[in-house]
């Protein structure tokens, strides 16, 4: 892996904590289905920044149960990350720009 693409998820990484954060004082939308699995939806709005938060959302998740969280940006997507608690963790996608200000 070179070192600018290390960087590069380096940010990624660092831009999804912060987004988590605001995220986790959104508002809690409901439980939806997600690849099978049922999550409980948090949404986070500013401007034309808007963040999806799914998360396991029973006490007893197998830690092989995905957490996602998306950042859109003026209706586009421009972050998304996956995770569960068995350590393996994804960017999925990443554009970096201006919305990284409002984060």
Known sequence: MTSDRRD???RAKALGRVAYR???GGEIVGNVDVDSQEKRLTEYRRGPLSIDLWEPW??????TEFSRLRVSYAGEKVLELRWDRADSFNVLLFRPGAWEELI
């Open 8 to 10: 590069r998820i380096e």
């Open 22 to 24: 605001l995220a986790r």
């Open 58 to 63: 029973r006490p007893g998740a197998f830690e």
